[in-house]
Protein backbone atom coordinates (compact mmCIF):
# COMPACT_ATOMS: atom_id res chain seq x y z
CA UNK A 1 0.00 0.00 0.00
CA UNK A 2 1.16 3.59 -0.50
CA UNK A 3 2.11 6.24 -3.00
CA UNK A 4 -0.90 7.38 -3.54
CA UNK A 5 -2.51 10.89 -3.74
CA UNK A 6 -4.99 12.00 -1.89
CA UNK A 7 -7.30 14.62 -1.92
CA UNK A 8 -9.60 15.25 1.66
CA UNK A 9 -12.94 17.16 1.09
CA UNK A 10 -15.18 17.73 4.48
CA UNK A 11 -16.11 20.80 6.38
CA UNK A 12 -15.06 18.66 9.69
CA UNK A 13 -11.43 20.52 10.22
CA UNK A 14 -10.10 17.32 13.21
CA UNK A 15 -11.90 14.83 10.43
CA UNK A 16 -9.75 16.42 8.02
CA UNK A 17 -6.65 16.62 10.42
CA UNK A 18 -6.89 13.18 11.59
CA UNK A 19 -7.54 11.76 8.05
CA UNK A 20 -4.52 13.39 6.90
CA UNK A 21 -2.36 12.18 9.93
CA UNK A 22 -3.73 8.68 9.52
CA UNK A 23 -3.29 8.36 5.39
CA UNK A 24 0.25 9.77 5.73
CA UNK A 25 1.51 7.70 8.14
CA UNK A 26 0.65 4.84 5.49
CA UNK A 27 2.76 6.26 2.88
CA UNK A 28 -0.07 8.34 1.24
CA UNK A 29 0.35 12.03 0.19
CA UNK A 30 -2.50 14.42 1.00
CA UNK A 31 -2.09 16.77 -2.37
CA UNK A 32 -5.01 18.81 -0.89
CA UNK A 33 -7.82 19.70 1.90
CA UNK A 34 -10.76 20.90 0.80
CA UNK A 35 -13.79 22.65 3.11
CA UNK A 36 -16.76 21.80 0.19
CA UNK A 37 -16.95 20.84 -3.20
CA UNK A 38 -16.63 24.40 -4.66
CA UNK A 39 -12.64 24.65 -2.52
CA UNK A 40 -12.25 21.21 -3.92
CA UNK A 41 -12.59 22.13 -7.71
CA UNK A 42 -10.88 25.32 -7.57
CA UNK A 43 -8.06 22.90 -5.99
CA UNK A 44 -8.09 20.76 -9.13
CA UNK A 45 -9.13 23.04 -12.01
CA UNK A 46 -7.17 26.20 -10.84
CA UNK A 47 -4.12 25.20 -8.81
CA UNK A 48 -3.83 22.15 -10.77
CA UNK A 49 -4.03 19.68 -7.60
CA UNK A 50 -3.34 16.41 -8.87
CA UNK A 51 -4.70 13.32 -6.99
CA UNK A 52 -5.55 9.06 -7.80
CA UNK A 53 -8.54 9.80 -5.19
CA UNK A 54 -10.66 11.89 -3.53
CA UNK A 55 -12.42 11.34 -0.02
CA UNK A 56 -15.66 13.27 0.08
CA UNK A 57 -18.64 14.51 2.77
CA UNK A 58 -21.72 14.49 1.65
CA UNK A 59 -24.00 16.94 3.82
CA UNK A 60 -21.05 19.99 3.82
CA UNK A 61 -22.12 23.83 4.11
CA UNK A 62 -22.03 24.91 0.45
CA UNK A 63 -21.44 22.56 -2.29
CA UNK A 64 -22.34 19.34 -0.84
CA UNK A 65 -20.57 16.06 -2.02
CA UNK A 66 -23.59 14.57 -4.40
CA UNK A 67 -22.97 17.75 -6.66
CA UNK A 68 -19.61 17.58 -6.59
CA UNK A 69 -19.23 14.18 -7.25
CA UNK A 70 -21.10 14.22 -10.79
CA UNK A 71 -19.25 17.69 -11.85
CA UNK A 72 -15.73 15.51 -10.62
CA UNK A 73 -16.99 12.55 -12.42
CA UNK A 74 -17.42 14.54 -16.11
CA UNK A 75 -14.16 17.38 -15.96
CA UNK A 76 -11.83 14.77 -13.89
CA UNK A 77 -12.93 11.01 -14.75
CA UNK A 78 -9.73 9.67 -13.73
CA UNK A 79 -10.41 10.27 -10.48
CA UNK A 80 -11.86 7.92 -7.90
CA UNK A 81 -14.16 8.69 -5.25
CA UNK A 82 -15.08 7.37 -1.98
CA UNK A 83 -17.39 8.59 0.25
CA UNK A 84 -16.91 9.00 3.85
CA UNK A 85 -19.86 10.32 5.82
CA UNK A 86 -22.11 9.94 8.57
CA UNK A 87 -24.97 9.58 6.57
CA UNK A 88 -26.05 6.81 4.60
CA UNK A 89 -30.50 7.45 4.28
CA UNK A 90 -31.80 6.60 0.47
CA UNK A 91 -31.31 9.94 -0.77
CA UNK A 92 -27.65 10.18 0.10
CA UNK A 93 -26.82 6.41 -1.02
CA UNK A 94 -28.88 6.94 -4.24
CA UNK A 95 -27.18 9.98 -5.60
CA UNK A 96 -23.81 9.37 -4.63
CA UNK A 97 -23.65 6.27 -6.69
CA UNK A 98 -25.78 6.96 -9.40
CA UNK A 99 -23.45 10.21 -9.75
CA UNK A 100 -20.76 8.15 -9.78
CA UNK A 101 -19.47 7.46 -6.49
CA UNK A 102 -16.58 4.41 -6.63
CA UNK A 103 -17.28 3.75 -2.72
CA UNK A 104 -19.13 4.43 -0.25
CA UNK A 105 -18.07 4.47 3.57
CA UNK A 106 -19.38 5.48 6.97
CA UNK A 107 -17.34 7.89 9.30
CA UNK A 108 -17.04 4.99 12.13
CA UNK A 109 -15.67 2.53 9.68
CA UNK A 110 -12.35 2.18 11.36
CA UNK A 111 -8.85 2.89 9.86
CA UNK A 112 -8.46 -0.56 8.58
CA UNK A 113 -11.50 -0.31 6.84
CA UNK A 114 -10.59 2.79 5.28
CA UNK A 115 -6.97 2.52 4.45
CA UNK A 116 -8.30 -1.09 2.20
CA UNK A 117 -11.18 0.54 0.64
CA UNK A 118 -8.68 3.26 -0.93
CA UNK A 119 -6.59 0.40 -1.80
CA UNK A 120 -9.62 -1.64 -3.34
CA UNK A 121 -11.15 1.30 -5.54
CA UNK A 122 -7.97 2.30 -6.85
CA UNK A 123 -7.93 -1.47 -7.93
CA UNK A 124 -10.99 -1.25 -9.33
CA UNK A 125 -13.52 -2.71 -6.93
CA UNK A 126 -16.18 -1.22 -5.65
CA UNK A 127 -16.51 -0.53 -1.99
CA UNK A 128 -19.64 -0.30 0.11
CA UNK A 129 -20.33 -0.43 3.53
CA UNK A 130 -21.98 -3.35 4.86
CA UNK A 131 -24.96 -1.10 6.38
CA UNK A 132 -24.80 0.62 2.80
CA UNK A 133 -24.77 -2.08 1.18
CA UNK A 134 -27.96 -3.42 2.97
CA UNK A 135 -29.92 -0.29 2.41
CA UNK A 136 -29.57 -1.03 -0.69
CA UNK A 137 -30.14 -4.59 -0.86
CA UNK A 138 -34.00 -2.94 0.64
CA UNK A 139 -34.58 -0.22 -1.76
CA UNK A 140 -33.63 -2.95 -4.77
CA UNK A 141 -36.05 -5.20 -2.83
CA UNK A 142 -38.80 -2.86 -2.43
CA UNK A 143 -38.57 -2.27 -5.99
CA UNK A 144 -39.21 -5.77 -7.32
CA UNK A 145 -41.70 -6.42 -4.62
CA UNK A 146 -43.66 -3.38 -6.25
CA UNK A 147 -43.70 -4.72 -9.42
CA UNK A 148 -45.03 -7.83 -8.53
CA UNK A 149 -41.58 -9.62 -9.25
CA UNK A 150 -40.06 -11.73 -6.70
CA UNK A 151 -37.51 -10.02 -3.86
CA UNK A 152 -35.36 -13.05 -4.13
CA UNK A 153 -32.21 -12.75 -5.98
CA UNK A 154 -32.66 -13.64 -9.94
CA UNK A 155 -29.71 -14.68 -11.69
CA UNK A 156 -31.81 -14.54 -15.07
CA UNK A 157 -29.29 -11.42 -16.44
CA UNK A 158 -27.34 -14.64 -17.90
CA UNK A 159 -28.17 -18.67 -18.08
CA UNK A 160 -24.29 -19.20 -18.92
CA UNK A 161 -23.40 -18.63 -15.06
CA UNK A 162 -22.12 -21.37 -13.37
CA UNK A 163 -23.08 -23.03 -9.78
CA UNK A 164 -20.30 -21.57 -8.26
CA UNK A 165 -20.14 -17.60 -10.09
CA UNK A 166 -24.33 -17.96 -8.65
CA UNK A 167 -23.04 -18.54 -5.11
CA UNK A 168 -20.21 -15.81 -5.86
CA UNK A 169 -23.09 -13.85 -7.02
CA UNK A 170 -25.61 -14.09 -3.72
CA UNK A 171 -22.43 -13.58 -1.74
CA UNK A 172 -21.75 -10.54 -3.50
CA UNK A 173 -25.70 -9.47 -2.51
CA UNK A 174 -24.99 -9.94 0.65
CA UNK A 175 -22.46 -7.58 1.08
CA UNK A 176 -19.62 -9.30 0.99
CA UNK A 177 -16.03 -8.18 0.49
CA UNK A 178 -13.74 -10.65 -1.88
CA UNK A 179 -11.65 -11.98 1.06
CA UNK A 180 -14.71 -12.58 3.51
CA UNK A 181 -16.54 -14.24 -0.32
CA UNK A 182 -13.04 -16.21 -0.18
CA UNK A 183 -13.04 -16.94 3.45
CA UNK A 184 -16.53 -18.51 3.18
CA UNK A 185 -15.77 -20.39 0.58
CA UNK A 186 -12.48 -21.84 1.68
CA UNK A 187 -10.57 -19.91 -1.82
CA UNK A 188 -8.00 -17.89 -2.13
CA UNK A 189 -8.77 -14.27 -2.52
CA UNK A 190 -7.45 -14.21 -6.55
CA UNK A 191 -9.75 -16.53 -7.33
CA UNK A 192 -13.18 -14.30 -6.20
CA UNK A 193 -11.24 -11.99 -8.50
CA UNK A 194 -11.21 -14.66 -11.13
CA UNK A 195 -14.67 -15.52 -11.21
CA UNK A 196 -15.91 -12.29 -10.70
CA UNK A 197 -13.86 -10.93 -13.68
CA UNK A 198 -15.92 -13.83 -15.62
CA UNK A 199 -19.42 -12.87 -14.20
CA UNK A 200 -18.35 -9.08 -15.45
CA UNK A 201 -17.43 -10.19 -18.97
CA UNK A 202 -20.39 -13.15 -19.28
CA UNK A 203 -23.10 -10.41 -17.75
CA UNK A 204 -21.84 -7.02 -19.74
CA UNK A 205 -21.69 -5.48 -16.28
CA UNK A 206 -18.53 -4.22 -15.21
CA UNK A 207 -19.84 -2.05 -12.30
CA UNK A 208 -20.06 -4.19 -8.56
CA UNK A 209 -22.70 -2.44 -7.79
CA UNK A 210 -24.81 -1.95 -11.09
CA UNK A 211 -24.23 -5.52 -11.21
CA UNK A 212 -25.54 -6.42 -7.35
CA UNK A 213 -28.60 -4.07 -8.18
CA UNK A 214 -29.12 -5.65 -11.39
CA UNK A 215 -29.23 -9.10 -9.32
CA UNK A 216 -31.73 -7.77 -7.08
CA UNK A 217 -34.27 -7.05 -9.32
Known amino acids: MGGYKVLLVDDEKLLLDSLEIILSLNNMEITGKANDGKEALQLLEEKEVDCDI ?109 GREKEICALMVDGLTNKQIADRLYISEGTVKNYISNIYDKTGIHDRVKLIVELKK
Open 54 to 162: ALVDLNMKGMGGTELIKIMKERFSHVKILVLTTFYDDKYITEAIAGGADGYLLKDSGKDMILGAITQILNGITVLDQKVMARLAELMAGNSGASGKQENVSYDISEELT
